[in-house]
Structures are given as C-alpha cells and as structure tokens.
C-alpha cells in the first residue's frame, strides 16, 4: 500500500504546482507567494521532503440514480453481475444513509449532494416554488437573465433558459476547479436540467440535459463538439421502433405481471414488452415516444454512452489535476411515477442500468486506470408505494388532496372576511399565501388556529408547520419539525407546510381529475429520505457501513480526498470509509518504488 502511495506521489506533483514550489523556496516563504484563484500554494507543496503530500484521484465521478430507493440494493443485488455490484463487491456501501430533511424532490437531492450541504443552506428547496416578488412559480433553474438562453444539439431549438444560479453556494466542482490548479474539467449529463446543473454548478466545460427529443445546454455553459457529434449519430429518435422487454426469466420477478395503481405513459399497456412507437399508429417519434424513450432503460445508455464520449474527447482523468464527470440516471424515476416501486419494471431497469454502469467503469479503468477514479453512487431521493397498492397490506395509506386543503383554508379565513384568494399557491408541503395575508396571519391568533384546523383535519393530514417554527433549525425533539427546518430557506420556502400521514400521496390534481401518475415523493419519511450511498475506487476502504450518514457527506468526502475544502459543514467525511495513510516512517532511506502503472489494480491507499 505505502509502495502504491509513493508512486502516486511521485507522479503526481503536477507541474504547475513544482513551480509555485520552486518560488516558495526562493522567497524563503509561503506567504510572499502572492495567492490567485488558479494557483494557491499549498503548504504541504513546499513541504514534499518532510511529509509526501497525499495523492489525489485523476477523476471524480458522481452518479445519481433518481428515484433509487435504498432497499432496491438489499432486494436486487443478488441479479445484478455489472458496476451496481462492482460498486457493493469493491466499495464502501453505507446502508443506512438518509437525507435528514422534508423537501426529498430532485433538485434539493442533486443540490445537496452536489454541494455537501442542505438546502436550508444551499436554498434549492423544491424542484419549483412560488417567487413571492414576481408572483409566480420558477424552477429551481430557471434564470431571468436576458443573457442567457438554452441551447440545442443537431439543430434543436429549446426554450427556456436554465442555470444554477439559484444554488446559493458552489458545487464540490465548482471548488475544486476554484482551489486546484485549474486544470479541472467539468462535465455533467442527465435527462433533467434540475440534476445536470446543480451537480455542475454555476460554471461547468459542459452540463447537458434533455429537452424537447434533443440534448441541450445553455449559454451560461456552452457546447462541447464532442456531444454535437454523438446528438447527431446517435440521437434518441434512432430507438424508434425497439422494445423495452424484461432481461431475466420470468420468475426471478417479484412483483405482478401488474403493478396496481400503476399510470403508463401514452402509448404503453401495465405488461411487457414495452414498445417504443410513440403513440398507436405513428410513423415517426412523437411526444409519446419520447416519454417513452426517457422511461426506458434506452436513455440510461443514452447517457451512459455520452459520459464515455466525454472520457474520451476530453481525455478526462488525464490532466494533471482532478477532473469531474457526473451523470444522473432520470429513468428510474419516470418508471417510478408511473409503475411505482413494486413493479417488474423498476426491477428490470435496475437489471440494465448494472449493465451500463459495469461498461461505464470498464471505460474508466481502460482510459483513466483502475484506481485513478474516485466513483459515488447515490440517488436524490425515494418514493412511496403507490397507495392503491399499499392499501393491500391494511396500513392506513391514501391521497391527501391538496386543492381540498386549499379550498379549506379559502373557506375558513372567508368566514372571517380575510378578501378572497388568500392563497397563492400550494406546491408540494408548501403553502404560500398572497401578499400580505400571512403577516396579517400572524398578528390574528383567532384566524391563524382556523387556518390550522382547516388544515389539520383534512384527510391525511399529520401535521401542519409554521415559517416562524423553523428559522435557524431550533432544537427539537421532532424529526419532522427538525426535517422541514433543515429545508428552510427564508424567502424562498411556503408560509404553513402541511406533513402528510405516512404512506399518503401528496397530491395536486384538480379535484375531481384523475391522477396522471401512480405515486410520487417529497416527504419527510423514510421511503423517501433512505437512498443508497457507495464509494468506490480511489482512496475508499470497501466494506458494509452500517452508522447514520446522509448524502451531504459526499462533498465533503470528494473534498477531503482531493484536499479541498467546502464552505457548508451540513455534510462530514466519511472518514470511516478512507483509507488510512501510511504512518510517516522515520527511516526514509527505503528505495523509491516505481510508480504504479495507470491501469494496476486497486492498490492506492
Ligand atoms: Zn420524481
């Protein structure tokens, strides 16, 4: 291992840093060296001969599988021969990681993971909220600068346009690319720009999502010729016509032929084989087909294989500093919503994605040498069964209305003559009343106690929480006040945040409407806070971890093995799982030993 060590060592000292080295020494001292972003000296650089600075991996990689429920390791991993269970057989797996807070949706999971922190800290605190100041629901990426405007691939033309720039703190890249040596590329993919661009960050070499049957970018990123290359000869629309069709025999399948409650998209039937033909009788891809493309394990390899084409093109993991490359599987969470957590199909995508992530790291050790890579896997967030299905076990499971809860409050504060609307907006937990009603709210004990009552005694409902009860994370012996505190963002979050009974769907189809997805998540409970989190590859003792973490402590575990350092300290590394360094060794006078090759197993410490 020590022998590993010092080759890595060696080979290491990236030039540009032997340089600031050398001037260190000729000033005599470290702080004469004047310290810019792209070149600030470390001490340990000047201090090679007394202590050997560590190693650090030639590449981050960061993978996000929507939607990945914890338990689907426990259950599946026994059909899973690919990287899932590469990441389980060489890794470190901590099986009881959870995010500690209530708003468990895709943009507040990417973010969190992405920057170490929670979003009462890095403020994405849903997919979308309501901006009390324009009066309208925005998307945790949508920018108003006129400046910026998305992008397409091979011709296409997107609208909107998307950047972190509400992510109230920088991402691990973001960092890393800041505090190293520069050399730092950044590159993201994923079929949703809430993923792609927090796990980038406000600037990135490339952060691509799907949009429209195109892969797209904005200005504010840029595009890479590489992708343009890869949209043109390989786009979605090329799968037309093939089909989604289960894997493994038929009875290595645990669920129903069936899933109950199950909503399909346009197009597909509850069974498989699932044909990829848009809409019945189409010629050519449609809408239809594109939902169904992204809810197949087709765009998993999709954006498996444009990761790979990053590897290559940009040569990531073979700089002189420590490249970033994540991908953020979306599928699993489109079947999620639709076919729910107990369905043949969440199992069989599983099957596949394996396959994928077993050719993504077969890539990485042939380009960028096994060990080099430092790899996490985790997910945003879980999912509640579908209720319907729930329902069978005699558990008290439903769907909590939210139009009825706002017609509720509408009903109770016109008893008291408060002008009608006095709401804005319901999103998710968060009820966002107009301007000014909250405040008056506040100073009106009488009004504020029939407001909760409305509330509170809606069908599924739990409990019911105000702003003023979560500012600054108050100690509390609750688990779910503390959990809607760790999302509170002033400004940004609702007024009152309505905690449904456990196993009840949130949900905010108009009434009377049927609902267009079978379950969802973004609750405070466990299915939807515990998600996988495995290490693997460079500097990760592998093993079972079995102590409480969360996935903010990724960054923060990135951050410590490339020796960075983050601004939040919501997330801690996960030191358990690092390999220990050598104990420094007062005879130093051991032959040097070679440098280890790029592609020798894994024996880096
Ligand atoms: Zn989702």
Redesign the pocket.
């Given at each position: 291992m020590a022998k590993a060590l010092n080759g890595f060592v060696q080979k290491r000292i990236p030039f540009q840093r032997g340089i600031i080295a050398a001037a260190c020494f000729l000033t005599g001292s470290i702080s004469l060296v004047p310290r810019t972003a792209a070149q600030t000296p470390r001490p340990r650089a000047t201090a090679a001969k007394a202590s050997p600075a560590p190693a650090q991996p030639k590449l981050v990689v960061l993978l996000v599988v929507?939607?990945m429920r914890a338990d689907y390791v426990d259950k599946f991993l026994g059909q899973w021969t690919g990287g899932l269970k590469r990441l389980v057989a060489e890794g470190a797996w901590f099986r009881d990681a959870a995010y500690p807070y209530a708003a468990t949706?895709?943009c507040v999971g990417h973010a969190t993971i992405s920057t170490g922190a929670f979003p009462a800290t890095h403020g994405m605190v849903a997919n979308a909220w309501w901006d009390r100041k324009e009066q309208k629901l925005v998307t945790c990426t949508s920018d108003p600068d006129p400046n910026v405007k998305n992008i397409g691939y091979a011709g296409a033309t997107p609208k909107g346009a998307d950047t972190a720039w509400r992510m109230a703190v920088p991402s691990f890249a973001e960092e890393l690319k800041f505090q190293a040596s520069g050399a730092t590329r950044i590159v993201t993919f994923s079929l949703k720009a809430r993923a792609a661009l927090t796990m980038a960050g406000h600037k990135a070499d490339a952060a691509t999502w799907f949009d429209g049957g195109a892969w797209v970018t904005s200005t504010a990123y840029g595009t890479q010729p590489f992708i343009e290359e890869q949209a043109k000869s390989h786009p979605a629309k090329a799968d037309f016509g093939k089909t989604w069709a289960l894997s493994l025999p038929e009875k290595e399948y645990w669920y129903d032929e069936k899933a109950l409650g199950a909503v399909p998209p346009e197009g597909w039937d509850l069974t498989f084989p699932h044909p990829l033909r848009g809409k019945s009788g189409v010629s050519e891809p449609d809408s239809a087909f594109y939902e169904q493309w992204a809810s197949s394990p087709y765009a998993d390899t999709a954006l498996t294989e444009l990761a790979e084409k990053a590897v290559d093109a940009l040569k990531l993991g073979n700089s002189n500093g420590t490249d970033f490359l994540a991908v953020s599987y979306s599928s699993v969470?489109?079947i999620?919503?639709e076919f729910g957590p107990r369905s043949r199909e969440i199992q069989d995508i599983l099957v596949r994605l394996d396959k994928d992530l077993g050719n993504l790291f077969a890539h990485l050790d042939q380009k960028v040498g096994r060990g080099n890579y430092l790899v996490a896997l985790s997910a945003d967030?879980g999912?509640v069964p579908i209720p319907e299905d729930m329902q069978k076990t005699g558990a008290d499971s439903g769907v909590l209305h939210l139009p009825e809860v706002q017609q509720r409050i509408e009903i109770a504060l016109e008893s008291l003559n408060y002008p009608k609307p006095t709401i804005a907006r319901i999103t998710g937990s968060d009820v966002y009343f107009a301007p000014d009603v909250y405040k008056k709210l506040q100073a009106d004990s009488n009004a504020m106690s029939y407001v909760l009552v409305a509330i509170g005694t809606a069908p599924g409902v739990a409990a019911v929480y105000r702003a003023e009860e979560l500012h600054d994370r108050p100690a509390t012996q609750s688990p779910t006040l503390r959990a809607f505190a760790y999302s509170y963002f002033p400004g940004r979050s609702g007024d009152l945040f309505i905690l449904p009974k456990p196993y009840w769907l949130l949900d905010s189809t108009p009434l009377g409407k049927p609902r267009s997805y079978g379950t969802?998540?973004g609750v405070p409970y466990n299915y939807d806070q515990h998600v996988p989190v495995l290490l693997m590859g460079f500097g990760i003792q592998p093993g079972q971890y079995f102590q409480p973490v969360t996935p903010a402590d990724i960054a923060p575990t990135f951050a410590a093995l490339c020796g960075i350092t983050l601004s939040s300290r919501d997330g801690h590394a996960l030191a358990e799982a690092l390999k220990k360094p050598p104990e420094p060794r007062a005879t130093s006078q051991r032959a040097r030993p070679k440098p280890a090759s790029a592609s020798a197993p894994n024996t880096n410490p």
């Open positions: 929507d939607q949706e895709t969470d489109y999620g919503h967030h999912v969802g998540h």
